[in-house]
């Protein structure tokens, strides 16, 4: 999906290109709890380090509580503050109200990513293949949040079809032209000398 850029509508941002930005935020996301990690098993050496690994909720541990509070900070951050995270930024798209606004409040922001992202992947995933099948393209968290994703900026569309090896045979036929062209200057040219 794109912006049309003959008309300003906006368009919503499907599922592949969605998918695509969430893949790329998981790697940073991974690439920072990694540092989350080894801080957390520093702190285990320590006396006080069976706080961090014994049982607080159910089976989570304190140190699962941090890594995943740490994870939704990373997106709550961005998309507060900035209304994209890194992997939406690089796929050209932004998080916005249902009425196009870009101002998100922080209350829908922590909504969406952390109760919001937690039902959509509660039962396989299935809130966030929503969005493949929403005319508005929106997952269940976007749906719970009253959210959109769109595209940012416009995007140019070429419709037309172009058949392989096209953009050769042109600058083939513009080179052919021009030598034929620059053979006539040439002659032309050796005329106009005074000849000796």
């Not at 932004?94 to 969406?112: D, F, I, N, P, Q």
Request: charged residues 20%; aromatic residues 12%.
């Amino acid at each position: 999906m794109y912006r049309d850029s003959s008309n300003d509508t906006v368009v919503f941002a499907g599922f592949w290109v969605r998918l695509a930005a969430f893949l790329i935020d998981s790697l940073l996301v991974s690439a920072l709890l990694l540092f989350a990690r080894l801080f957390l098993f520093l702190l285990s050496l320590f006396p006080a380090g069976d706080l961090l690994n014994g049982h607080l909720l159910f089976q989570y541990s304190l140190s699962d509580m941090v890594l995943y509070g740490c994870g939704a900070l990373y997106y709550i951050l961005f998309t507060y503050f900035t209304g994209v995270t890194p992997g939406k930024r690089l796929l050209n798209l932004r998080v916005v109200t249902a009425g196009g606004g870009r101002e998100l409040s922080l209350l829908c922001v922590v909504y969406r990513e952390t109760v919001g992202r937690f039902l959509s992947g509660f039962l396989l995933g299935i809130g966030y293949l929503m969005a493949g099948i929403d005319r508005e393209k929106r997952a269940l968290h976007d749906m719970l949040a009253d959210t959109r994703v769109v595209y940012e900026k416009p995007v140019k569309i070429c419709r037309t079809y172009r058949e392989p090896g096209y953009v050769r045979r042109q600058q083939a036929e513009e080179n052919a032209a021009g030598t034929q062209d620059g053979d006539a200057e040439d002659a032309a040219a050796d005329e106009q000398k005074p000849s000796l």
